[in-house]
């Protein structure tokens, strides 16, 4: 069957599609002159009153597609400004004939002093996917005068300063209000700080041949909302409880009995056959009041579950589970059972801060969810390292622990040992909320234990998690966001035909 999603490219990738693309051509500058073009086209549709037009010139080729933008608006009779620091001149043949082009055509040319020209519209044609190191001050200065010019910021390509491959700024970044890609969609847009940068996006494929781009290796699948229908069928009529699988949580210590309810609640909506909770003796009845369908067992150590340990199909481990000595003790065991048992499972919270103190070899067919900071831990590093190249460190956690890795935030990364990366191009900032990631686990859970493999399970759930994300802040707003409002919506998500 066909892979869901679309792919998304890295910059090693794009210069590869345009290598392929520019084969063969008389003319190097021919998708220099199509980027120009198209995005014009794209300034006209999107601000057709904008008169004033302020593009701001790199020194390289995406300076060069500035100067074919700003030739066509000056021959549409447009008030143009090409503005640049005196230092970066255009250093590319093809930049170089295109701003003599523009030159030529009485186009002028203004060196930046601290402030840009009014405008009605401004376009970010600084840098591209050359970005080679953090901007020097003159830059800084400039990149801060197109964000904060206060007029719209149509960015050719990428947003300057933003890393097309990492999603990561370094220094700073032109925050547009739309980003015009070119030859295919890149990766960096996607996650991290990408989409505060990029704003709306766009492609355009310069009308090179599909094959260019279908031939280069992708860096990453975007999937969104769509692609839910490929995992969740409809099910069989002739289906029973046995079949959708036994979810077991672990977790909930004194203090953090919540986060193994909200994991617990999430298994059950997500269409787990059974779920079963191993909790602190107090959290047994106050889980019952709120789901009565599950089944709950106060837990002092791991031998007090054995009969549950045998029957769970799939074992969640870490909401709540804090570091204290309850929780060393269920981790322990609980690694030891599942290796025993051959039970799937899956690590969130403490149980990846336990693993990261206490590195052991785990089974087979382990889902890990790491925040940004959790997998600093599991890879000895900073949460600032991981941020910076999410999809490096989402590859190397995958590879470290021989495990699925969700690698949460804005754009989740999912990854298999030694695959490519699938971005979750759903979810939104209502969800920075404790016990969001206690949802997630259970939903990963619920899926595992209703026959799907770790990979699957782990891409769908983050999906599934953020898609309900995005419907439940359609509803009533991002801000005060609740996991159970998540946990509310989430069967209408989860069937197929709720999201179409
Ligand atoms: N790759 C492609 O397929 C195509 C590329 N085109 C455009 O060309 C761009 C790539 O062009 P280039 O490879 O010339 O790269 P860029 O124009 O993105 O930037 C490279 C230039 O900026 C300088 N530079 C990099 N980081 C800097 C920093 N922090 N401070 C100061 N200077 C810095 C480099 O020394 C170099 O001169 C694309 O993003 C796109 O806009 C288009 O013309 C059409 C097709
Ligand atoms: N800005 C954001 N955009 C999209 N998703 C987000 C954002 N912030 C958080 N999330 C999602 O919310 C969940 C938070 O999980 P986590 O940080 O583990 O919270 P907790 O430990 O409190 O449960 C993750 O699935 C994450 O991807
Ligand atoms: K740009």
Request: net charge neutral; proline share 6%; charged share 20%.
């Amino acid at each position: 069957m066909a892979l869901p999603g679309d792919p998304l490219y890295d910059t090693a990738a794009l210069r590869a599609i345009e290598a392929s693309a520019l084969a063969g051509q008389a003319d190097p500058a021919i998708l220099m002159q199509r980027a120009g073009r198209a995005g014009w086209q794209m300034a006209r549709r999107c601000w057709p009153d904008a008169r004033r037009i302020a593009v701001v010139c790199g020194p390289g080729n995406n300076g060069g597609d500035g100067y074919v933008l700003a030739l066509q608006a000056l021959q549409a009779g447009m008030d143009v400004r090409v503005v640049r620091l005196e230092s970066q001149a255009p250093r590319t043949e093809a930049a170089q004939a295109m701003c003599a082009a523009f030159e030529t055509a009485g186009g002028r040319i203004v060196h930046f002093d601290g402030a840009l020209p009014a405008a009605d519209l401004v376009i970010d044609a600084l840098f591209g996917i050359g970005l080679s190191r953090a901007p020097d001050d003159a830059t800084t200065a400039l990149i801060e005068a197109i964000s904060g010019h206060g007029a719209p910021v149509l960015a050719l390509d990428t947003p300057s300063g933003l890393s097309a491959d990492r999603g990561s700024v370094a220094g700073a970044a032109v925050v547009a209000t739309r980003t015009l890609q070119f030859l295919a969609p890149q990766l960096g847009l996607r996650t991290g700080d990408g989409p505060d940068h990029a704003g709306a996006l766009s492609l355009d494929t310069l009308g090179i041949a599909r094959t260019c781009v279908t031939d280069a290796r992708p860096a990453a699948r975007r999937v969104d909302t769509h692609d839910l229908a490929h995992w969740l069928k409809p099910r069989r009529r002739n289906a029973h409880k046995g079949r959708h699988g036994r979810v077991l949580c672990i977790g909930g210590d004194h203090s953090t009995g919540g986060a193994v309810l909200l994991a617990a609640g999430a298994a059950l909506r997500a269409g787990a056959g059974l779920v079963e909770v191993a909790t602190q003796g107090a959290h047994v009845a106050p889980l019952l009041a709120r789901w009565p369908e599950a089944m709950v067992r106060r837990t002092d150590n791991v031998s007090a579950l054995a009969g549950a340990f045998e029957a769970a199909d799939v074992v969640a481990l870490g909401p709540g589970l804090g570091r204290g000595a309850w929780g060393h003790t269920l981790f322990e065991e609980t690694l030891d059972a599942a290796t025993a048992n051959d039970r799937p499972l899956v690590l969130d919270a403490d149980a990846l801060n336990l693993l990261a103190a206490r590195p052991r070899t785990l089974p087979a067919g382990v889902v890990l969810t790491p925040h940004p900071g959790e997998a600093a831990r599991l890879l000895g590093v900073d949460t600032a390292d991981i941020q910076r190249d999410r999809p490096a460190a989402v590859r190397a956690l995958a590879a470290r622990w021989n495990a699925v890795v969700v690698l949460k935030g804005a754009g989740s990364l999912v990854c298999a040992p030694g695959g490519v990366p699938w971005l979750i191009d759903a979810g939104n900032p209502g969800m920075a909320t404790g016990g969001m990631g206690d949802v997630l686990t259970g939903i990963i859970a619920a899926l595992r234990a209703q026959g799907h493999g770790a990979e699957d399970a782990a891409v769908c759930a983050a999906l599934l998690h953020a898609v309900a994300g995005d419907r439940a802040a359609a509803q009533g707003g991002e801000r005060g966001l609740l996991p159970g409002d998540l946990i509310d919506i989430l069967r209408a998500c989860a069937n197929p035909g709720a999201h179409a």
